[in-house]
């Protein structure tokens, strides 16, 4: 049994009953999160998606990490494929009761892991020159799109305290425990992927953003500081096919 199926009890919905098809870690994660009025999120999301709140405000997340043991079940890791460093911007939806992950952009080193993204979960991803260099706890990331755009991010983060869980109906929980992603295909047509993970080990966190850019063409300069911040040091993920809901 993977490690990430040793805990599902926390999940809001069953595993699903197909076996998985992808395994993938999360490695040393920060969650930066700003609130943002919903009605600028709504024309950036299909119709057939809700876009949830939390007390009365939708929330958007910049998250960046790092991956290791990306590969499709049951291959083994490959050198340079199964390892490179990521970047998320993403907001929450809702579609037939499940809550997910809407992806506005993912940047990442890996031209493979950028095509085979795009072409089997029609997720938006972009190449990007990444570097990270850790100093004991402290993680200074810089990415910068390839795409010729002004979408880059200079962020130094690590955590300032002990693990702990989310609670359940808590802001920090609503944030990170989500078990599917919603993606549209070129065609229009609406899928899901469910994901697994034990509960997110989350830590406090401190992060200082040099330099943002990550929202061009989406919404307006996200302003001030994050109002949340988490870190986490990894998690054991899996990953079904996306399923077609529409």
Partial sequence: MHPALAHT????????????????????????????????????????????????????????FRMEGV???????????????????????????????????????????????????????????????????RFDYHSQRLDGTRAALDVEFGPTGPVSLAQPGSLDHWLTERYCLYAQSPRGQLYRAEVHHPPWPLQPAKAYFTHNTLNIGHFPPLAGPPTTLHFARRVEVVVWNPERVT
């Fill in 71 to 137: 590969m499709r079940r049951p291959l083994p890791d490959l050198p340079w494929i199964s390892a490179f460093p990521e970047l998320n911007l993403r907001i929450y939806v809702e579609h037939q009761e499940q809550p997910g992950v809407w992806f506005l952009s993912l940047d990442a080193s890996n031209p493979l892991a950028v095509w085979g993204a795009r072409t089997w979960f029609h997720l938006p991803y972009w190449r990007a020159k990444i570097d990270i260099q850790q100093q004991g706890e």
């Fill in 9 to 64: 009890a926390h999940r809001p919905w069953p595993i699903p009953t197909t076996p998985w098809t992808w395994r993938q870690s999360w490695c040393d994660l920060l969650f930066a999160h700003w609130p943002i009025d919903a009605a600028l999120l709504r024309p950036l999301v299909p119709k057939e998606l809700t876009v949830q709140e939390f007390d009365g405000t939708s929330w958007v997340g910049v998250v960046p």
